[in-house]
T-cell receptor
Framework: DAKTTQPTSMDCAEGRAANLPCNHSTISGNEYVYWYRQIHSQGPQYIIHGLKNNETNEMASLIITEDRKSSTLILPHATLRDTAVYYCIVRVAETSYDKVIFGPGTSLSVIP | GAVVSQHPSWVICKSGTSVKIECRSLDFQATTMFWYRQFPKQSLMLMATSNEGSKATYEQGVEKDKFLINHASLTLSTLTVTSAHPEDSSFYIC???????????FGQGTRLTVV
């Protein structure tokens, strides 16, 4: 799986949009970009994933650059409950035993 | 999303004893389950991958005789930490997937403290 790089930590004001960047310059054509988050002392939670088109669901939006070398997760109106570590992962979605390998992630603090 | 449940949520055991952690998929059949370990302020580290009815595949550096994984049914996988020592104290998390075409969902984690 390709590696990703993310900022170690970020702050965001409550009610504002949180934009979390991720670089994945060595991504392969068949690798998807996945985002998970982990609230303190809980298991990770799936947020969103995409291949090359921008994606949106009830939790967030995922913007992937045209060259697919980077992406941004957008939480449109951050709340205090969005304080968590956010993990950007690239992986092939359709292999027999594909594994989710976590990097250090970005620790997002939403500030009142 | 699908629900994956771990039991217990936390456990304290004496050094030298064994402890079993259960991971259940509550509303789907999990062909593949993954076990992770997480130390404080660190990311999750994959320990092993198990497929129902077959032996688990362990990541490099993980002792398979110490961390016994059983995936005997499509809804249950267990991780047994044998002869636990204080350095095994950690947060253990399981993940389950219905098939290679579906997303994996995570349990809430089990906090193990060995005293």
């Amino acid at each position: 799986d390709a590696k990703t790089t993310q900022p170690t930590s970020m702050d965001c004001a409550e009610g504002r949009a949180a934009n979390l960047p991720c670089n994945h310059s060595t991504i392969s054509g068949n690798e998807y970009v996945y985002w998970y988050r982990q609230i303190h002392s809980q298991g990770p939670q799936y947020i969103i994933h995409g291949l090359k088109n921008n994606e949106t669901n009830e939790m967030a939006s995922l913007i992937i650059t045209e060259d697919r070398k980077s992406s941004t997760l957008i939480l449109p109106h951050a709340t205090l409950r969005d304080t968590a570590v956010y993990y950007c992962i690239v992986r092939v979605a359709e292999t027999s035993y594909d594994k989710v390998i976590f990097g250090p992630g970005t620790s997002l603090s939403v500030i009142p | 999303g699908a629900v994956v449940s771990q039991h217990p949520s936390w456990v304290i055991c004496k050094s030298g004893t064994s402890v079993k952690i259960e991971c259940r998929s509550l509303d789907f059949q999990a062909t593949t389950m993954f076990w992770y370990r997480q130390f404080p302020k660190q990311s999750l580290m994959l320990m092993a991958t198990s497929n129902e009815g077959s032996k688990a595949t362990y990541e490099q550096g993980v002792e398979k005789d110490k961390f016994l994984i059983n995936h005997a049914s499509l809804t249950l996988s267990t991780l047994t930490v044998t002869s636990a020592h204080p350095e095994d104290s950690s947060f253990y998390i399981c993940s389950a997937r219905a098939s290679r075409w579906t997303e994996a969902f995570f349990g809430q984690g089990t906090r193990l403290t060995v005293v």
